[in-house]
């Protein structure tokens, strides 16, 4: 279990940290805020970042198509 701060996490998902702030207080990636501090300060855990983008892969439809009608 690796644990990052968000200029790690950020990095790692290749996006910017503020991006990355913003997403998790969105709920739109998993993350933790430590509790006991004056400003937010979020950790993200790598096995859930890891699982995040494996299950937002699988939710397309892996072949690159839209799924526009085609006419």
């Not at 004056?38 to 939710?59: K, P």
């Amino acid at each position: 279990m690796q644990w990052l701060n968000t200029n790690e996490a950020a990095a790692y998902l290749k996006v910017n940290p503020r991006t990355l702030a913003k997403w998790a207080r969105e709920k739109k990636v998993p993350g933790h805020r430590l509790s006991g501090t004056t400003r937010f300060v979020w950790r993200f855990l790598q096995s859930e970042l890891d699982a995040m983008l494996i299950s937002s892969t699988n939710n397309g439809n892996g072949d690159g198509s839209s799924n526009r009608r085609r006419t």
